[in-house]
């Protein structure tokens, strides 16, 4: 095909001429020739045109030919499954003529079409491309071999596993020692390519590494002060996988290891120091972190915290020398889902009680729920570089996990640190020593105890910085002792920490808005009914921060106040503090459209404060129940209408559930009466409940299940709208006392539905916890009908409730889970430990409840007897078991 196939001289000057226009900056230009390529899809030779122009073309500049590249790179992607295989195989056989191309580009642009083809499930049906590269390596041109070796890089980080399969005879037995082969290569690139390949591999511990486990160590010492910046970032992030993967090996080079990862911490390419300042969060989960680091630890911390600075880059991008920024409106881009997608290591210790964590940069991170299209990226900042993992949060992150292992023993050498820069005149040195006090706030705290009397005072001072960037920081780091403020006499810390940091949510400067509306959420969590006496001053702050606030930090403002309702409950119902709080949150609500985004934290904002004024929110339900019925009225209807659904864009509306909240609980109803039963809209909720359910679960049940399980996702109605229409009815029928008998009918029409919800991979964290405690609650009002499903759900179900905070809806869940475990306790005996870290996340529990978790802990103890509970607890992080005692004597 290769040979027989030419272009027509016609053909190839229309698709060159569509390749410059591509190129052009107008968006009526792009949009021209994205309509065309669409056309020229349909015609199968126009992808052999493609790469054509990308491997023979070489009268062409190399940016069209990489281009031309790229579209066929997408094309493979949407449609290589529909090449006529006379065109697929032209394209396998110019990809392999073309590796060795005199051109960076385009080798590096053929190397990403042929991973592409292989990840399509290609490898198998073209065996002759890795014995080909394989062959390449060994070729006296340095474009042949570095080429080769850029492809199987690519191929290994996308096939990595089916490298390993007996599908194609493990290739890895031949490659595996062949990269080895390469770490004494002349070329830099050729180092790198090979040392990346083998790094794949490591924490699969793929059998053919483990047994050249001693070669590769031997080649990574080797490599290990090479000269080139990017092979010096593989060999760290070989030796932090091997971590976890093989310590024994490592064991014996502790010392030198360390002392070289010392260094590198402090290289001067930020890349490998990065790389290399994962070591330390790695080495920190090890049992021996505390022995072969204590005698390296006064060298190691200054390091850290050095690494803490804002770098000049920073500084630019975070506008740092802005300090009044509130009236500039934020851009659409800048304001990204909340949904957070957390990489292996984070400040994942900080706010673990507040269910609050904050990163290095004084920040909320966003929930780690997955995101609709996968491409978002980590963190709310605006500034794309800065919200990526870098060296200053990375460095953050270590001090943290370092002061949770080493604890006091820290301070010795940290405080002469922190003296030095929290005083510093250097904005910048100051800023992080402030991050620095802050990220040693857990694992130090008993011995900060002593220092704190002088060091709050010292922080709330810092409210009133000149740099904005250092007010920021302050609020973070001022929330981190939040518990220990609350503790105190209230005139002396609390009243003036709470003033100033109101203060900073009405500051002129967007970022110190954030912060600062962050670390009063801290601050509510912890002081909870303490703060009842100033209701009335905090709500005119928040309330005012309405008429201040760009869209960005409205939604952070959201949080506030629903945290505030939550930790103030029926304190808020009040005739003023409602006139206060409603009107403004009325408004917002009203203005957004049914598919707007934030509707989402708008209604988990008001559901909090619906739930905190009872009876007080009455006048305000039928805005908002028309709004939500309005909302899940017209998909619903479309999806029953509809033959096939058709694509919609995505709503989530799981949240939706908890505007039902108020009469949930059995402590709540009498508070609430009957007056939510008079809302016009109810009969209308209630017969869409009926309808509907009785449609899908009789003629939909099929696509119900596909839907769940995420195998209908052209649908446009998610999981979360089917959790949201399941829960609906449950706590509809929950919350009008339909008790027993009708709600024992309900339960085989849902539950397992909801069972696989709260097992499906990768359910956002939101839709998990609502499930959950909808599976709580029917196992409070059915017990036996749920009960002996408990195995199926029970470690997902106390994995997602273990991370929210004491609440009604946590309590009623957790009464359910109790009453299940009462009539089917073998159900929970293989994720007993599981339940056990559920409870002890409580932090106070009602004392009837707390009973039920005694007499269940009592039980399971004298089933084992004392030595079997010792042999259990002895699985229990050290946490753990100390709060078990503690909290419950067990």
Known sequence: ??????????????????????????????????????????????????????????????????????????????????????????????????????????????????????????????????????????????????????????????????????????????????????????????????????NQFIMSRTQALMIHIDAFLQGLMHLAADDDAEVRKNVCRALVMLLDVRMDRLVPHMHNIIEYMLGRTQDANETVALEACEFWLSLADQPICKEVLNPHLARLVPVLVKGMRYSEIDIILLKGDVEED???????????????????????????????????????????????????????????????????????????????????DLLPVLLPILKETLFHADWEIKESGILALGAIAEGCMTGMVSHLPELVPFLINCLSEKKALVRAITCWTLSRYAHWVVGQPHDQYLKPLMTELLKRILDGNKRVQEAACSAFATLEEEACTELVPYLGFILETLVYAFSKYQHKNLLILYDAIGTLADSVGHHLNKPDYINLLMPPLITKWNVLKDEDKDLFPLLECLSS?????????????????????????????????????????????SSFTRMWAPTTSPNQRSNIGNGIDGLPLNDSITDLVKIQIGNLCEGMVEQMVECVSGELTTSGITTSFFYFLFSLAFLKLINMMILGYEMHNYIPLFLNQLIAIINRPNTPKTLLENTAITLGRLGFVCPHDVAPHLQQFAQRWCMSLRNIRDNEEKDSAFRGMCNMIAVNPGGIVHDFIFFCDAVASWVSPRPDLKEQFVKILQGFKSQVGDDGWKRFTDQFPPPLRERMSQQYGV
């Open 1 to 198: 095909m290769a040979e027989t196939w030419s272009p027509q001289e016609d053909g190839l000057c229309q698709i060159l001429q569509l390749l410059k226009e591509s190129q052009s900056p107008d968006n009526a230009t792009q949009r021209a020739v994205q309509q065309k390529l669409e056309e020229l899809n349909k015609y199968p030779d126009f992808n052999n045109y493609l790469i054509f122009v990308l491997t023979k073309l070489t009268s062409e500049d190399e940016p069209t030919r990489s281009l031309s590249g790229l579209i066929l790179k997408n094309n493979v992607r949407a449609h290589f499954h529909k090449f006529p295989a006379t065109v697929a195989d032209f394209i396998r056989s110019e990809c392999l003529s073309a590796i060795g191309d005199p051109s960076p580009l385009i080798r590096a642009t053929v190397g990403i079409l042929i991973t592409t083809i292989s990840s399509r499930g290609e490898l198998a049906n073209w065996p002759e491309l890795l014995p080909k590269l394989c062959q390449m390596l060994d070729s006296q041109d340095y474009n042949v071999c570095e080429g080769a070796f850029g492809a199987l890089q690519k191929i290994c980080e996308d096939s990595s596993e089916i490298l390993d399969s007996d599908a194609l005879n493990r290739p890895l037995n031949i490659l595996i020692p062949k990269f080895l082969q390469f770490f004494q290569h002349s070329s830099s690139k050729i180092r790198s390519h090979a040392l990346a390949c083998v």
């Open 326 to 408: 509130e009236m500039i409106p934020d851009r659409e881009q800048d304001i990204r889902p909340r949904f957070h997608k957390s990489r292996t290591h984070t400040l994942h210790r900080e706010g673990a009680e507040s269910g609050r964590p904050a990163n290095a940069d004084g920040e909320i991170p966003e929930d780690d729920e997955d995101l609709e299209d996968g491409d978002e990226d980590d963190g709310m900042d605006s500034d794309s570089a800065l919200s990526d993992w870098n060296l200053r949060k990375c460095s953050a992150a270590a001090l943290d996990v370092l002061a949770n292992v080493f604890k006091d």
């Open 609 to 653: 404060v619906a739930t905190a004024l009872q009876s007080g929110f009455l006048p305000y339900c039928e805005p908002v129940f028309r709004h939500v019925l309005n909302a899940v009225q017209r998909p619903l209807t479309v999806f029953i209408t509809t033959t096939p659904p058709p694509p919609s864009r995505t709503t989530r509306f």
